[in-house]
């Protein structure tokens, strides 16, 4: 009895094992997970943004909040003017073609590189939150209380994404960010910047469905001038930000998604 008893465990052990192995995860090589980065997650085709003026909140101030899909694409217009060795290495990421990219790897975006996938806006009148759907679903907060920067800047001193203080200058809200570190890139180039990064991002809302950032990126360790551009986001109404668990995808825990997830 007791034989038969465990060659029937056995068996039951090994079709399970079995199991497990056939549902391993598609491009995960066997549980190995994805070694030279995660693929890109596809990006949906947004709806036509809405048309109408821009919301106030109950403040009077322009109302930022909803799901913000960027317009166009996700790399900086143009090369930023860069000192010797911040160009020297633009130009070996460059060669490496996306090689050691942090994204791939689930690490943070920070303050200035986007994706082509949702974020999202939740509004306050002390704090502004910026939720993205992307990458590792990062956050950025914008505190609005008054607070100095360098009263900010106790919370966590050097960070990926720095620490932002925002105030109103009319309908326009001017957000102020330092406290980085080095370790991100600025697009999926590649483009570097160094922990003496500061950055200065202007939001307006001309209308109902799209919102302007005006960013102005100083760095004197890595750039010989100011460098400034603006992107433009469209509104997606009935658009929620999906779960997407970047390092168990990474790990070979999930699949890659293949489709969407919006």
């Not at 590189?113 to 759907?133: N, S």
Request: one cysteine or more; charged letters at 20%; hydrophobic letters at 35%.
């Amino acid at each position: 009895m007791k034989g038969r008893q465990v060659k029937s465990v056995l068996v039951s052990l090994l079709a399970t094992g079995i199991f497990l192995l056939s549902a391993a995860p598609a491009g995960a090589e066997q549980g190995k997970g994805y070694p030279n980065g995660v693929p890109p997650v596809p990006a949906g085709k947004p709806p036509v943004p809405p048309s109408g003026p821009a919301p106030k909140t109950p403040e009077g101030k322009p109302d930022l909040s909803g799901v913000w899909v960027v317009s166009g694409k996700t790399t900086l217009p143009s090369e930023p003017s860069y000192q010797p060795a911040a160009k020297k290495l633009y130009e070996e990421r460059k060669a490496a073609k996306g090689k050691g990219d942090p994204e791939a790897f689930c690490l943070p975006d920070g303050a200035v590189r986007v994706t082509d996938l949702p974020y999202k806006i939740v509004q306050g009148p002390k704090m502004i939150v910026l939720l993205a759907e992307g990458n590792v679903h990062s956050y950025r907060r914008f505190f609005l209380d008054g607070r100095t920067q360098q009263t900010a800047l106790e919370i966590e001193p050097e960070t990926r994404s720095g620490i932002s203080v925002g105030n109103w200058d009319g309908d326009a809200l001017v957000v102020d960010t330092t406290g980085f570190d080095d370790k991100t890139w600025l697009d999926s180039t590649g483009k570097p910047h160094s922990a003496a990064m500061h950055l200065v991002e202007r939001y307006t809302r001309p209308d109902l469905g799209h919102l302007n950032v005006q960013i102005t990126i100083e760095d004197e360790k890595a750039l010989t001038k100011p460098y400034t551009f603006t992107r433009v986001f469209t509104l997606s109404p009935g658009w929620e930000l999906e779960e997407y668990v970047c390092q168990a995808v990474l790990d070979g825990v999930l699949p890659a998604p293949t489709a969407p997830l919006n």
